[in-house]
């Protein structure tokens, strides 16, 4: 049996086609995936707003392809069953599987499926039986079922009080473009975002050097971006204390709450995320930061828009976009990188196709001697698509 990745066209909201490579298939290279994988999404529709303030119920994703070929003597019948666990059956269907038969004709034919129920704990995996033996020849790729879920993001330039530092943040096209690209087909996730426009704030004093203090390093560690501004403690104790974004986020975050009075403000949805663009870090070899912990999503998404030696070759909106998406994936729950040392066979440049790529590299020698789909890499692994949309505990 040879899997194929099918590229779907028409699925994007813009009508755009979708990028091979970025289609909510994992072919399996990595040595945590034991069988190729997919992720389907569970059928339903959403309701929201159009652009006339109407509601209307659209349809959400709802099934993905793979193309098949059988290199069997017999057509297979192709059957989904989850495996028990802790010895209990789980009889329940969880995806369909159209069409159910595959020819003995050595040709690729696209296969459907589809979520209709849940995964509770595990991907459904996918068994061919032989049609003429009923034989059953095992399984030949795992299904993580992915329910719909929407985001609400809030973005803010942030510059200083006195007009200088002015961040360029990707066009809101641009951002809905990339985060559909990655996020729809890949993770079942939709993204609204909203731009707050400019935030002014005297927040470059430490040191006073046209930059925003970031410490990410353990050798000159400063702090763990924006702990404090919410109350929680510093989990690390070389941690001292934020210079920069924690007092700027505590006056931005204050002011709202003065002005709200006894009401709520955006980030009090439990659905919305912040979202602070900056000029420039005083690290400018990382593209932004975001806590990991899913309880502390009150804490900003921080990426920074300007770097020195920006590539003529790169769209700069785009390539903004793309690390915004990659931030917003570790602020979904996706701690891990992909790195050139694991993963994937093939070295660095193979490993440049994920969005969780360590170093999303602007360097220009680097980037220069990639193709497009590494300037902008979009793509996800199981174990990404996993984390990002948390279903169950990732089994291996
Ligand atoms: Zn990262």
Redesign the pocket.
Known sequence: MNLREVRQTGLLLNGDPEDKGCTGFDPGQSPKVDLAALMAPIQTTETLPDANGNLVTSQTPASNVVSMKNNSKHALTLVPHTPPLNNIDDPTIRVTVSPQTLPADGRYHDITFTGVAASLDRPVRIEAFDNITAENLGDILQVDVKSWHRWFIDYYAVSELNGSLQPTPPLQQTLQDQFDRIFRSQANLGFTFTNKGTVADHYDVSPHDGNLRVSFNSLNKVCFLGWAALGASASDPSCVKDTELTPMYQRMITAQQQAAGQNPIDLDNPDMFYLLFFKQFDVNTIGGWSSTALDKRRLPSVVHTNYADFPNLLDQDKFVAVATA?EIA?KLGQAD?VTSTKDVTGGPDANAVYL?F?P?SINRDTVSKRGDDKRYPCRLRQEDWNNVNYVYPTPR
């Open positions: 990659h570790h990188h969780m360590t999303l």
